[in-house]
């Protein structure tokens, strides 16, 4: 869908000097930029990270947890989210940043898990044929 919108100059300079520097697109640049703020405006303790394959995941702000793994150990600890913050060793708060981000964007976290699963599996066989390799 196509929206006109008026930036400041710098603004604009910027956006063209990463789109540059990234060589993606200047729209392409600016509806990650402004989809993650939105985003990060509604969660704010959750930021974004490039990941495997480029795509960017979720991420708990000050940790390293994504929020797929978080959203797991969550399941694996039936829902509770103190277990959960004491497995992961982290304020409580962390774990229901994380839940609140999954709930409204529940189909993008799962991608991200299933995704990681992929390249994990793909992984482990690299693995076992190196070693069969060298047996």
Same mark, same amino acid.
């Given at each position: 869908?196509? %929206?006109?919108?008026?930036? #400041?100059?710098?603004? *604009?300079?910027?956006?063209?000097?990463?789109?540059?520097?990234?060589?993606? #697109? %200047?729209?392409?640049?600016?509806e990650? *930029?402004?989809?993650?703020?939105?985003?990060? +405006?509604?969660?704010? *303790?959750? %930021?974004?990270?490039?990941?495997? *394959?480029?795509?960017?995941?979720?991420? &708990? &702000?000050?940790?390293?947890?994504? &929020?797929?793994?978080?959203?797991?150990?969550?399941?694996?600890?039936?829902?509770?989210?103190?277990q959960?913050?004491?497995?992961?060793? &982290?304020?409580?708060?962390?774990?229901?940043?994380?839940?609140?981000?999954?709930?409204?964007?529940?189909?993008?976290?799962? +991608?991200?898990?299933?995704?990681?699963?992929?390249?994990?599996? +793909?992984?482990?066989?690299?693995?076992? %044929?190196?070693?069969?390799a060298?047996?």
């Open positions: 869908m196509q %929206r006109s919108f008026r930036l #400041s100059r710098r603004t *604009l300079e910027l956006l063209d000097e990463m789109a540059t520097a990234t060589g993606r #697109s %200047r729209n392409s640049l600016a990650r *930029l402004l989809g993650e703020a939105i985003r990060t +405006e509604a969660h704010p *303790l959750i %930021r974004f990270q490039p990941g495997a *394959l480029g795509r960017r995941r979720a991420l &708990v &702000v000050g940790t390293r947890l994504y &929020v797929y793994h978080v959203i797991s150990t969550l399941r694996g600890n039936d829902g509770d989210a103190e959960t913050a004491e497995d992961f060793g &982290v304020a409580p708060q962390l774990i229901k940043a994380a839940l609140a981000y999954y709930a409204d964007f529940a189909d993008e976290i799962n +991608e991200d898990a299933a995704v990681a699963a992929r390249l994990e599996d +793909e992984e482990r066989a690299r693995w076992e %044929r190196q070693q069969r060298i047996a």
